[in-house]
T-cell receptor
Framework: EAQVTQNPRYLITVTGKKLTVTCSQN?????MSWYRQDPGLGLRQIYY???????DKGDVPEGYKVSRKEKRNFPLILESPSPNQTSLYFC?????????????FGPGTRLTVL | AQTVTQSQPEMSVQEAETVTLSCTYD???????LFWYKQPPSRQMILVIR??????QNATENRFSVNFQKAAKSFSLKISDSQLGDAAMYFC???????????FGDGTTLTVKP
């Protein structure tokens, strides 16, 4: 089944403890992206990757890191999480960076930073 | 930078009736795509419909259609014959010609009354 998977789905952590949220897609998509969703603010783009080894900042990149060492994986790294990073996170992928291509979203990761 | 505005935080519709959700955007680009995504309580993001900016014809997908007014930078979603399963949050999204970036509106929560 074609899908985008994220792990973990739920995570409660404490301030300053490094964490990684994994994202993997099995559709051979070139493009991948991370978003955060907060009440009343819609989805805001954190980082995106047009292809392997190519990443760029979205609208809210502060406090996050990403890497794209292989096509299928695009992990989101929080080196020193803070409470304002408590949010619902979505990973998405699309066939290419062409504007026509719809993004397929993962199921989301609910992160709480205490 | 592009902005997307959904001016209706909440809307409600009677089952079998028609409802229109509003979306306006701001851009200086001429080549872009617009999307409507549905997010039911499961939090999964589901593509409803997309519109190419250079196409004057409004997109239609079964009971869902858009009214795309490029000059006015307006992209509304019409849901005909509303069903209980249409109840969800709906997001309008803009995908840039530099297709790495995507911008979402804040969302409209649609309630369908039986």
């Amino acid at each position: 089944e074609a899908q985008v998977t994220q792990n973990p789905r739920y995570l409660i952590t404490v301030t300053g403890k490094k964490l990684t949220v994994t994202c993997s897609q099995n559709m051979n998509h070139e493009y991948m992206s991370w978003y955060r969703q907060d009440p009343g603010l819609g989805l805001r783009q954190i980082y995106y990757s047009m292809n392997v080894e190519v990443t760029d900042k979205g609208d809210v990149p502060e406090g996050y890191k990403v890497s794209r060492k292989e096509k299928r994986n695009f992990p989101l790294i929080l080196e020193s999480p803070s409470p304002n990073q408590t949010s619902l996170y979505f990973c998405a992928s699309s066939l290419s960076s062409g504007v026509y291509n719809e993004q397929f979203f993962g199921p989301g990761t609910r992160l709480t930073v205490l | 930078a592009q902005t997307v505005t959904q001016s209706q935080p909440e809307m409600s519709v009677q089952e079998a009736e028609t409802v229109t959700l509003s979306c306006t955007y701001d851009t200086s680009e001429s080549d872009y795509y617009l999307f409507w995504y549905k997010q039911p309580p499961s939090r999964q993001m589901i593509l409803v419909i997309r519109q190419e900016a250079y196409k004057q014809q409004n997109a239609t997908e079964n009971r869902f259609s858009v009214n795309f007014q490029k000059a006015a930078k307006s992209f509304s979603l019409k849901i005909s014959d509303s069903q209980l399963g249409d109840a969800a949050m709906y997001f309008c999204a803009y995908r840039s010609n530099n297709a790495g970036k995507s911008t979402f509106g804040d969302g409209t929560t649609l309630t369908v009354k039986p």
